[in-house]
């Protein structure tokens, strides 16, 4: 059985710092390609950053020069380091765990989601 465990979440003033984990279990882990997520009320979810397997990481708009994502092999764990939080940042976030077969298709898992509020 596959889980996602997302941990680090909460309330945060503007400007202040968060770190999200994401402990996996019942898959290869080193074998996955890891990434964030989130999802604001009212919007879509959409991508915060990825991870791949060798190391290469992708970042969305909204996060670039503010978050880092990193990973332990070991630990079975992807990191999610926030910082200059903002008010937009407010969102549910999720661990995403994907594979990609031979011709291109996607499997995807997910964690049940995090908050993380960031206000005065």
């Known amino acids: 059985q596959v889980q996602l465990v997302e941990s680090g979440g909460g309330l945060v003033q503007p400007g202040g710092s968060l770190r999200l984990s994401c402990a996996a279990s019942?898959?290869?882990?080193?074998?996955?390609?890891m990434g964030w997520y989130r999802q604001a009320p009212g919007k879509q979810r959409g991508l915060v950053a990825y991870?791949?397997?060798?190391?290469?990481?992708n970042y969305g708009d909204s996060a670039k020069g503010r978050f880092t994502i990193s990973r332990d092999n070991a630990q079975n764990t992807v990191y999610l380091e926030m910082t200059s939080l903002k008010p937009e940042d407010t969102a549910v976030y999720y661990c995403n765990a994907r594979i990609t077969d031979s011709i291109s298709r996607n499997l995807d898992y997910w964690g049940q989601g995090i908050q993380v509020t960031v206000s005065s």
């Open positions: 991870i791949r397997t060798g190391g290469i990481t």
């Open positions: 019942g898959i290869i882990f080193s074998i996955y390609d």
